[in-house]
C-alpha cells in the first residue's frame, strides 16, 4: 500500500516570505495529490490538487509541483499571509492511481509571523 | 449546498453511555467516509460508504458503529467507548468512490469520552 511521507513538521517564516513544504510516496502507480488545510479548531479543507499528467498547478499565491521519476510532490506558498497560519496535510491514494481512499501524511504546522 | 454538516460540535459522554453522531450532505456525493483525528495528527480512515454500502471497515472496534440510511445521511453510533476514543471525528464525502474526486469534510464532532 501506499506510504506518504511529509516534511517539514514544523515551518516559521516571515510575512511575505515564500513556504514549501515536500511530500514523498512510495506507489509509483499513484496519479492523484491532494493538499488539505487544516486551520486551528477547523475542518480539513482542500485547497489544491494535481493529477499525474501534469507537473505543475498554480491558484493565485499557491502552487503544487510533481516529480513522478523522484516519486516527490510539494506545495509552494508565496509572499505568506498570516492567515496562510495552519497545518498543511499532503495525500494520496492508497491503491494504485487513484483508486482507494487518501492516506495522509503527518502534517506541516505553518506559522507566519507579521 | 455545498457543505457537509456534522452534528452534535461538541459531545462528552460517559463510559457506559449510547450516543450518535450524524453527518449530512446534500451535494449528491454517494460515497461518504469517517476519519478520526488526535490532536496534532493526521485524519485517520475508519470506514467507507459507498452508494450507501459499507465497502471498507478499517479494522474498528466494535464499539463503534456505522450506518447509512441514505444517500444523504451517515451516522456513527457510540458505545461503551474509552477514554482513548475521545478525539476529533470527521465525516467527509466525495462524489465517486475513488481519491481523485477529492474529498469535503465536515467540521467535525470533538468528543469527550469520561
Known amino acids: 500500500g501506499e506510504n506518504v511521507e511529509q516534511h517539514p513538521s514544523t515551518l516559521s517564516v516571515q510575512e511575505g516570505d515564500s513556504a514549501v513544504i515536500k511530500c514523498t510516496y512510495s506507489?509509483?502507480?499513484?496519479?492523484?495529490f491532494p493538499w488539505y488545510k487544516q486551520e486551528l479548531g477547523k475542518r480539513p479543507q482542500l485547497i489544491i490538487d494535481i493529477r499525474s499528467n501534469v507537473g505543475e498547478k498554480k491558484d493565485q499565491r499557491i502552487a503544487v509541483t510533481l516529480n513522478k521519476t523522484a516519486k516527490h510532490f510539494s506545495l509552494h506558498i508565496t509572499e505568506t499571509q498570516p492567515e496562510d497560519s495552519a497545518v498543511y496535510f499532503c495525500?494520496?491514494?492508497?491503491?494504485?492511481?487513484?483508486?482507494?481512499?487518501?492516506?495522509f501524511g503527518k502534517g506541516t504546522k505553518l506559522s507566519v509571523k507579521p | 449546498d455545498t457543505e457537509v454538516t456534522q452534528t452534535p460540535k461538541h459531545l462528552v459522554m460517559g463510559m457506559t453511555n449510547k450516543k450518535s453522531l450524524k453527518c449530512e450532505q446534500h451535494m449528491g456525493h454517494r460515497a461518504m467516509y469517517w476519519y478520526k483525528q488526535k490532536a496534532k495528527k493526521p485524519p485517520e480512515l475508519m470506514f467507507v460508504?459507498?452508494?450507501?454500502?459499507?465497502?471498507i471497515n478499517e479494522s474498528v472496534p466494535s464499539r463503534f458503529s456505522p450506518e447509512c440510511p441514505n444517500s444523504s445521511l451517515l451516522n456513527l453510533h457510540l458505545h461503551a467507548l474509552q477514554p482513548e476514543d475521545s478525539a476529533l471525528y470527521l465525516c467527509?464525502?466525495?462524489?465517486?468512490?475513488?481519491?481523485?474526486?477529492?474529498?469535503?469534510f465536515g467540521s467535525g464532532t470533538r468528543l469527550t469520552v469520561v
Open positions: 460508504y459507498s452508494y450507501e454500502k459499507l465497502s
Open positions: 506507489d509509483s502507480a499513484s496519479n492523484y
Open positions: 495525500a494520496a491514494p492508497t491503491s494504485g492511481g487513484s483508486q482507494g481512499n487518501l492516506i
Open positions: 467527509a464525502s466525495s462524489q465517486g468512490r475513488w481519491a481523485n474526486y477529492g474529498y469535503t
